[in-house]
């Protein structure tokens, strides 16, 4: 069953982001991941304006998107991200 990585970021240092962001393509996909969102404009139809930068993967599983979570290339990558912003990191199972 497909899963889905949502990432939510509140960048403070888009230069040092920006070498994380070259890093996590190669090892996204690398474990079958794909991009489907990463960041861009958005449009809130309702609720409150949040500042955050969303991305959103699209796995084969929720056990293929934490075993890139977890790898030690992911790892190596978010000592690259540290100090340039925080994240929060939610899989969330799909529908077929």
């Known amino acids: 069953m497909p899963a889905y990585l949502l990432v939510r970021a509140n960048v403070t240092d888009m ?4 070498e994380y962001m070259k890093l ?6 690398k474990y079958g991941g794909s991009f489907l969102i990463r960041g861009g404009d958005k ?3 309702e609720g409150p304006d ?3 930068r969303i991305v959103l993967l699209k796995f084969d599983s929720v056990e293929a998107a934490q075993r890139m979570y977890n790898s030690d290339e992911y790892q190596a990558a ?3 991200r540290e ?3 925080q ?3 939610v899989v969330i199972e799909g529908a077929e």
């Open 24 to 29: 996590t393509p190669a090892i996204a996909e």
């Open 43 to 45: 449009v809130i139809l």
């Open 15 to 18: 230069e040092q982001y920006r």
């Open 87 to 89: 994240a929060s990191f």
């Open 83 to 85: 100090g340039a912003a």
């Open 78 to 80: 978010i000592k690259v």
């Open 50 to 52: 949040q500042p955050e």
